[in-house]
């Protein structure tokens, strides 16, 4: 089975902090995605990446960025956490011609 | 984006019986899928239907496309209390998944 691995299940940072969101997938993937879930919102995009050091904005890439040195890895970095950043953080891969994506299983952001 | 929007945003069945929920949309779509979201964890990919499909079926899921109404519905039939749970609609029409608030579906014994 496809995996996709987040590196943390529960983060709490403080504010002005610099965050790193790991995330790592196990198939060979090209495209890898992060989205932010918050309640009544549903899944919002931040960033996406079609392969290896690409990278495109999503809906919502304001006060995010991310890195692809390397194909299974997909990092979201939060430059200055603030706390209307605190959400659930999901990332998700798919190969070229298989519709479906793969989520990873979450990591839970409080930024205080 | 061109996001789904499911409809009801809860629903509380009783073990047995059917569940159903639907998605609107606002655009022309490639495809559009479905996913479950257990409490609090990642979301697991159950059903694709394409846009020249109609009617999709999984198990105990069926899934009906109208495109001229850009609505869909996914049905579970018989359902147990493992189906407890969020279900999402998700558009794809330019290799991103555009996703809704979801459906709360809970399942009582």
């Known amino acids: 089975d496809v995996k996709v691995t987040q590196s943390s299940r529960y983060l709490v940072k403080r504010t002005g902090e610099k965050v790193f969101l790991e995330c790592v997938q196990d198939?060979?993937?090209?495209?890898m995605f992060w989205y932010r879930q918050d309640p009544g919102l549903g899944l919002r995009l931040i960033y996406f990446?079609?392969?290896?050091?690409?990278?495109e904005k999503g809906d919502i890439p304001e006060g995010y960025s991310v890195s692809r040195e390397k194909k299974e890895r997909f990092s979201l970095i939060l430059e200055s956490a603030s706390t209307n950043q605190t959400s659930m953080y999901l990332c998700?891969?798919?190969?070229?011609?298989?519709?479906?994506?793969?989520f990873g299983s979450g990591t839970r952001l409080t930024v205080v | 984006s061109q996001q789904g929007e499911e409809d009801p945003q809860a629903l509380s069945i009783q073990e047995g019986e059917n569940a159903t929920m639907n998605c609107s949309y606002k655009?022309?779509?490639?495809?559009l899928q479905w996913y479950r979201q257990n409490s609090g964890r990642g979301l697991v990919h159950l059903i694709l239907?394409?846009?020249?499909?109609r009617e999709k079926h999984s198990g105990r899921l069926r899934v009906t496309l109208d495109t001229s109404k850009k609505s869909s519905s996914l049905l579970i039939t018989a359902s147990r209390a493992a189906d407890t749970a969020s279900y999402f609609c998700?558009?794809?029409?330019?290799?991103?998944?555009?996703f809704g608030a979801g459906t709360t579906v809970t399942v009582r014994a």
């Open positions: 998700a891969s798919r190969t070229f011609g298989i519709y479906g994506y793969t």
């Open positions: 198939m060979d993937h090209e495209n």
């Open positions: 990446s079609y392969d290896v050091k690409m990278k």
């Open positions: 655009t022309s779509i490639n495809n």
């Open positions: 239907i394409r846009s020249n499909e």
């Open positions: 998700a558009i794809n029409n330019d290799y991103k998944l555009s």
